[in-house]
């Protein structure tokens, strides 16, 4: 059942007038240019159709066909085509220019094209690659078979200069917007645009290059059969591609390396090994760091996103590995697990282990194998499946005094403090390929890339093995037990992270670098880092709008809860020592004050020092009715004439009262603390605020505890200063519903 909500039948309804737009919000004051003409100053309504808008700019400088004309925008960096879908873009003040309409200039331009000089040639190609970035004049272009003029023009290849600049830089342009399908390029094209990326640098305009980068490119990633993936390969070497990456123009570099990743990307398993391989060698990489990443041109968002993906591709390498669990029947899984053994615990010198089995089973243990009889079952959970083992067995290797420092470290401890290696590794390479994002395609936004990444032919073998020391050491310092091994690993996540941050100065930019920055993020250094960040986060987030309301609606009931306690504490009651205006406190004269339960009456009198008697035993009676105030130091009786007062006076306060011709109750508190709760307390009946700081820390306390509980479910959300606005109401309630 549906139908419309109608309030009219629940008795008087009012109902709220809504501002409907007037004919003046319609209205947009812009200029209109035309060469040769004097400009029009318009009022344009927005509500009129386009075409009777241009047509009365023509009638006003006597054009006579208003159809074969068009508006745009005339600003530097906007001068596309107005259409009745981005009309709501002018704004007061624009400027706008009359030019022939799009379908009058592609007409204009394609007849230059097929009939006109050589230099009237270029100059249509030119107007091209300006005009073919606005999608109005691309499609009316393209409708005129003009795109294949273009492809055609390519292939007859005797376009040289400017004249081809200009045309591969239009292609690039047309196709920009998906208009036609990139599968539609035959090999001859592809061919021709291959010979553009193979000229010697020197040799090639800028221009024609960094667009015939770009087709590749587009060719490569959006053809739907393998054919010109295959063909692109075949014509463009990698090596002319790295030539190209020591080019001074950062614009070709992108595009070099764009190029690179969409190869990398379209390649089967074997080619990117093979890829990655070359991409590492010591004369790739020592171009990619001094050209690219260390080169005088300052690293864009575009360049910087290409070096993420190319990183991101190249570690995706490992995917493979660290999804592969062990088998058993793996031989060199086993060889490798020997060797482990045998580079930690043997020597030249050794003699043949006596009871081999059982000596290993020890020694596995040592290494910290959960699995010591049979370590092959601990490389069988995925991630990281055998690419701990990879890794383990590198740092051996590459890495030998540190590696048998670590196990030996560790074998020397005892059972429950040493950090067994091998379940670390397994634990660690996890966590590594998730810093990482091992396996994961390359985001379109990405951008965080690691110079030291591109410094090493084995990268992610050299991280491991710096991050497995910090971690031992991260260890000692915790002085962690077995029970504290996932503890550990949180640490040195936070360690490696803080480390790898390329936003934070000095950022390493090579192994060395960041082994150092490790270093220095010792376990205490990151227990006071995140104390700040935490202690910060609060602060800010305790003077954040929302946060002061609540704060302001709660403290109500912490006040109550504060003075509940201190009535307790008088309820509870106190010792207090007696005093002597002239001889000070009274050595071993004590006497006793508490409040009854019903907090309507003080009762007090002598007692011993250490027990507190009961009401029925204390004689005297204060009534609460007959208080008349509280009097704290110098202000007291009791220590007005005293020549003890200095000594005595920050304890002391009274009662006075109205019976007894206005006597008081004098005190003299033992301790601060019991001071505040006292006067805090009787403040409390009197009907007074409590004014002690021991109140106000109580407060802020319980407060900032309480506020922490009622956050929790905000973790890791961030809180606005200012609480979103409230959403403007609807012009009408007529809301259709169903049932």
Sequence with gaps: MSGIADSSRQGTVVRKRFDMPTPRDNIRKVAVTMEGEIPQLKEMNQETPLAAIIQEICEAWTIADSNDYGLRFDEPSRQSYITERNRHEIKDGTVLALTYSPSKTAQEILERLRSGKPDEKVDALKRLSKLSSDVTFANKFISKDGLNLIISMVEGGT??????????????ELMYHDLESWDKLETKFIKTVCNCVNNRPSASDPTTLQSALEILESVVLHSEGKGPVALVEQEIPTANLINHLQSPNAEIQKSSIALINALFLKADPAKQKRTAENLQSKS?????????????????????????VLQSLMLNLLEERMNSPMSPQDEAGRRDILELRKIAFDTENDPPPVGKRQTFHKDYKKLGFQRNSNPVEDFTEVPPGILALDNMIYFAKN???????VVLENSCRADEHDCPFARASIELTKMLCDI????????????????????????????????????????????????????????????????????????????????????HLTYQEI????????????????????????????????????KQQRLNCLIEGSMFARFHPTKGILRNKFWCCRLSPNQKTFYYGDGPEGSIPPLEQLPNKLAVVDMKALVTGKECPHMRDTRKRATYADLAFSIMSDMNNGEEL????????????????????????????????????????????????????????????????????NFVYKV
């Design 666 to 733: 004098s005190f003299v508190a033992a301790s601060e603390s019991e001071f505040s709760i006292w006067t805090d307390g009787i403040n409390a009946l009197l009907g007074n605020p409590m004014t002690s700081e021991q109140a106000q820390k109580d407060l802020e306390t319980l407060l900032s505890m309480e506020i922490k509980l009622r956050l929790l479910d905000t973790e890791g959300v961030s809180i606005p200063e200012n609480p979103p606005p409230i959403p403007k109401e609807p012009p009408n309630y």
């Design 284 to 308: 790739i990489r020592t171009v990619i760091l001094g050209s690219v990443i260390r080169g005088p041109t300052q690293i864009g968002a575009e360049m910087a996103h290409q070096l993420y």
């Design 436 to 519: 990482l994002k091992v396996g994961e395609p390359p985001s379109e936004e990405g951008q965080t890339y690691y110079p030291m990444f591109f410094t090493h032919d084995r990268p992610f073998e050299e991280f491991y093995c710096i991050c497995i020391q910090t971690l031992n050491k991260t260890w000692k310092e915790m002085r962690a037990t077995s029970e504290d091994f996932t503890k550990v690993l949180s640490v040195v996540k936070e360690q490696i992270t803080r480390a790898l941050n390329p936003s934070i100065e000095n950022a390493p930019t090579n192994f060395d670098a960041f082994k150092t920055k490790l270093g």
């Design 159 to 172: 376009y040289t200069g400017d004249a081809l600049a200009y045309t591969l830089k239009g292609f690039v």
């Design 527 to 562: 227990t006071n880092i995140l104390q700040q960040e935490r202690q910060t986060r609060e602060e800010w987030e305790s003077q954040t709008k929302p946060v002061l309301e609540l704060r302001e609606q709660i403290k109500p009931e912490i006040m109550d809860l504060i």
């Design 399 to 405: 890495h030998g005094e540190s590696y048998t420092k």
